[in-house]
């Protein structure tokens, strides 16, 4: 009696994953399907705004904390980010262009010279730009403050303990 219901369990259990296997788009979609859900899923600037704003405020912290090298690896993630939003949102293309053209020119030297005051003038010319483009998009009321509280990374608060 026992041993029979366990074998109905099974069969169940196993039905179930069938169906589920066969309704999985991923497996047996069309391939008109699959690129019309994968291109649905691609990140939208709200998602890649948010990323945005984390970086943001690692890069300003990363410097406080004169993790240098953390910062420079910031902004490449900053740019390359911009990059993903030119791909998946085409309307937002001329825009962020517009914004790499210059917004992350006096970091390099900056970062170089390990200057905190010369870091600070790269950062502000950066948030200005960030605004422009929040402007051009409608977004104008998306402010960044220019001294964010704190980071949002483990590696800097390693670094806030020692
Ligand atoms: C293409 C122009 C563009 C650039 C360049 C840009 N943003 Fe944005 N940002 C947007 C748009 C559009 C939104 C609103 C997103 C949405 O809802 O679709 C946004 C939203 C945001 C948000 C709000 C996220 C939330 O929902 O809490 C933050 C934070 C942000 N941006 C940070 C930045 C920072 C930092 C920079 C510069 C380093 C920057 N952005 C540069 C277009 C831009």
Known sequence: MNKQFLYLVMIFIMQAWSTAQASDWRKTGSNELKLDNVVKVMPGASTIMLQM???YKN?????KQ?????AEYQVEEMESLLITLMIT???RASTT???????FD???AAIKNKRWQQFTVAFEHMRKRCMTCHEQNKHEFIVLP????RGNSLVLDAALVN
């Open 89 to 91: 949102r085409p309307k």
């Open 53 to 55: 704003g984390e970086r």
């Open 146 to 149: 220019a001294k964010p509280s």
């Open 66 to 70: 004169e993790k240098w090298t953390f």
């Open 59 to 63: 890069l300003y912290w990363a410097a």
């Open 106 to 108: 006096l970091f390099p």
């Open 97 to 103: 262009k517009h914004f790499l053209n210059d917004a």
